[in-house]
């Protein structure tokens, strides 16, 4: 699994399962509490460039992979971060 393995909120986690991207963004309020905002997309090059496009069914799987990853990146991240700073 290719990762950033910064931890600055402004450099979001990435990584490739199959056709499908996925990031995470860890934000910080405020009051130093932490959240994560999540994105899998399934990007496609057409005639005006790069977009995003809709999950097939062969994607399915390859889905439940990327949410799984997203999870373990995040669940890491709460253990490191420790219960004070987590957002509510």
Known sequence: MKKNTNNN??????????????????NVSDKGRVSWSTYIRRPY????????????????????????KALQYIAARKKAIGPSQLAA
């Not at 909120?9 to 056709?19: A, D, H």
């Open 9 to 26: 909120s402004n450099k979001p986690f990435t990584t490739k399962q199959g056709r499908l991207r996925i990031t995470v963004f860890e």
């Open 45 to 68: 090059q057409s005639q005006n460039g790069w977009k995003d496009g809709a999950f097939s069914e062969e994607d399915l799987d390859d889905l439940r992979k990327a949410r799984q």
